[in-house]
């Protein structure tokens, strides 16, 4: 493994430390590797060590490059310094690829804290936007990040359809960013469609890094520390698992449904599609008819089970109906001719 520690702004301090693993020889086919950018939190006053280091060795272990950045802290904390730095990181990154083996569409930042806020940020305003990013009780809320610096965005407020998938964790008692944070954030990536899990425990106050004992001065929930596992499980559901000969077809899309995809198809929900063209609904008949059916055998009022299923997507349903995959691929290939006009 190589450990390379690189300047990338003298004057702010700004530093990049680089665990780049090797690839080929006993890695099998694995010419490439996953990537992790790691954010530190520490209010923007510092950046935290228990959060940075010990990180990296977690996602070093389960395959990753990982990135540490100690970006733009203290009397340098200005924005748009924190991020400008992510965007150096991540500019630095895709230009090293090929000698770092790195697979740039599988890079994934993740921040606890102040980095939490700056992670959100790279997920929804950066030049360089992550594949996946991770969230660690986030500074998320206005009075928050006010209270960090005023003038820096809110970023519940800028995600969108382009917004990566996100996993986010806290714990329920954290007085220093409330669960407010965690979920503010979720309901913008819920109302976007935006693929995301969480992980809210019972406790275990704020800054826990990845629960281990030697980082913990406070009660911890013993499942607090499972985040971490939990999370790299995540990631190989939305990157595809790392395997001898390679990447693995991924688990799940970065989007819950294609309601907000350019085209139409069966990824988009049933609730969604029942509000377009004419020419959609003929092709909707016979699942409609299927529903209605459906609903008089089981004395269902059909109007109601209709609203119901609204947010299920149609192939989901046309499974539920057990139509044959051959009409679910013609039924897709009708639909995705159909401009998605939103």
Known sequence: MQLEKIVLNEARNVKLTCFVQDVGGEFGAIQKRPAILILPGGGYSMCSDREAEPIAYAYLKAGFQAFVLRYSVGEHKAWPNPLNDYDAAMALLLENAESWHIQTDKIAVIGFSAGGHLTACAATVAMHRPAAAILGYPAICKNLVDMCQPGMPYPAEHVSGDTCPCFLFTARDDNMAPTENNL?????????????????????????STGEPY????????????????????????????????FAAPACMGKINGDMEPALSVECTIGYLRAQSDDVQALLH??????????????????????????????????????????????????KKIPNKQ
């Open 184 to 208: 503010e954030f979720e309901t913008a990536l819920n109302a976007h469609n935006i693929q995301f899990e969480s992980h809210i425990y019972a406790y275990g106050g704020h800054g826990f």
């Open 215 to 246: 980082l913990n001065s406070g009660t911890l929930c013993s499942r607090a520390a499972r985040w971490v596992q939990d999370s790299i499980e995540w990631l190989w559901d939305i990157f595809g698992v790392l395997m001898p000969a390679g």
């Open 286 to 335: 016979e699942v409609i008819s299927g529903v209605k059916r459906i609903a008089a055998a089981r004395y269902f009022s059909e109007d109601k089970l209709l609203h119901a299923v609204r947010g299920t997507r149609l192939c989901d349903l046309m499974k539920t109906l057990e139509l044959p995959q051959s009409s679910i691929d013609q039924l897709d290939a009708a639909l």
